[in-house]
């Protein structure tokens, strides 16, 4: 069931295409006036350009004219009310060329809108970078943490398949998730000695205070937000009992979790050496199934093992 509302939610548009066609090819019996009812087609023809592109509206047009010349086919009586065979032929001929042409239109305006919104995308992304860099420049423990993050957990989505505009929020994300810490003393977050419980405390309040400042920049970064806000949340809040919570954790906050635990452990802190790779990864795969997801743990060994035999 899980499988098959994920299934839906990811070809929307497609599904909603399909049967608006099935829903209008229906309609069609029980209309008189054939030829008039032939605009109706123009509804799926647009959606598919607005929302799949140039490539898969024309695709749409294309499918669309076929159906109604096999329609007239089969229903020549009902469409040979307006005239003759050769006049019906001239109407199909005149209305499956403002189809395609519509189609065209309509999906080179969605395909230009796509390229802007994606150049915006990388501006935003770029800049959002360079204040990541800026503002842990002064920490040389986690200096270029965020961006070690954002790149590994973009490499994780991108080998787990999950859609572009995913990966794209996922990435933005990793590059976010500790913006918090800008509101947070920089004595504490580098403090050598073991903290208090209040202390601890405080800096775990970075996750809402990041989550506070991102809100502020109104619905730019609204998709990166519930990643941002969960990706200090265990998998199984309590493994004795029957803990399904991990369900409500975006995947893209299981991601980030296990590439920030990673990154953590590896880095050298003013109270300890950094973790060999391959004992961070021990750690990750001994707390898979219980503080991190085991599918992403299993992901991310794929992903770190090549440039571990690189380096």
Known sequence: MEKL?????????????????LAIVVTNYFILQKLAFLNFYYLPVLIAGYFLGKKQAIFTSCLVVCLVTFIAILDSASFLEVGSTLKLFFNLVIWGGFLVLAAYVVGTLYEEKEKKISELKKAYIGVIEILTKYLEASDRYTKG???RVADYSTEI??????????????????????????????????????LTQEE??????HVEKGVKLLSSVGTVLQEAIPIVLAHHTYFIQDKDTEDKSHSKIPLGARIIAVVDAYDAMVTDRPYRAGKQPWQAIQELEKYAGTQFDPVVVEAFKNVISEKIEVS
């Open 5 to 21: 509302k994920e299934f839906s939610v990811r070809h929307f548009e497609k599904l909603l295409l399909i049967g608006l066609i």
């Open 145 to 147: 943490h965020s961006v």
């Open 157 to 194: 989505a991108i080998a787990m398949e999950l859609p572009r505009s995913e990966v794209e929020n996922i990435r933005v994300a990793g590059l976010l998730h500790d913006i918090g810490k800008i509101e947070t003393s920089s004595e504490l977050i580098q403090k050598a000695a073991s």
């Open 200 to 205: 601890k405390d405080e800096v775990k309040k």
